[in-house]
């Protein structure tokens, strides 16, 4: 069964930055698919952050991170990577890792609104605070 594992936050100031990591068992990277990171704060709603296609390499960002925030890959590690400095208070929130295993066929700004992905992770928590 496939598992997707989050891990990397922590605690940060404004200003600073954090490198996220979703590790991916029993799928591989190689394989067509949509996967990214979203992310929810308390009241508010699930937002997609930033989400990459693993058959090309395409990566679409939520505005509000735009210049902030990279997601990556690293198919030797079956790992995907988020990399968000200039953090800001609002950052704060649980963040999650998904994908559509390659099932469904979504552009990336649809894929990146939650649209077909499946599978989820349980989280990584950042809070950005003083």
């Known amino acids: 069964q496939v598992q997707l594992v989050e891990s990397g936050g922590g605690l940060v100031q404004p200003g600073g930055s954090l490198r996220l990591s979703c590790e991916v068992s029993g799928f591989t990277l190689e394989h067509y698919a949509s996967i990214g990171w979203f992310r929810q704060a308390p009241g508010k709603e699930r937002e997609g952050v930033s989400c990459?296609?693993?058959?090309?390499?395409?990566?679409y960002y939520a505005d509000s991170v735009k210049g902030r925030f990279a997601i990556s890959r690293d198919n030797a590690k079956n790992t995907v990577y988020l990399q968000m400095n200039s953090l800001q208070p609002e950052d704060s929130a649980n963040y999650y890792c998904?994908?559509?295993?390659?099932?469904?066929?979504?552009?990336?700004?649809?894929?990146?609104?939650?649209?077909?992905?499946?599978?989820w992770g349980k989280g990584t928590l950042v809070t950005v605070s003083s």
């Open positions: 990459i296609s693993t058959s090309d390499g395409n990566t």
């Open positions: 998904a994908t559509d295993l390659g099932y469904s066929d979504y552009a990336l700004p649809l894929s990146c609104k939650g649209y077909g992905m499946n599978r």
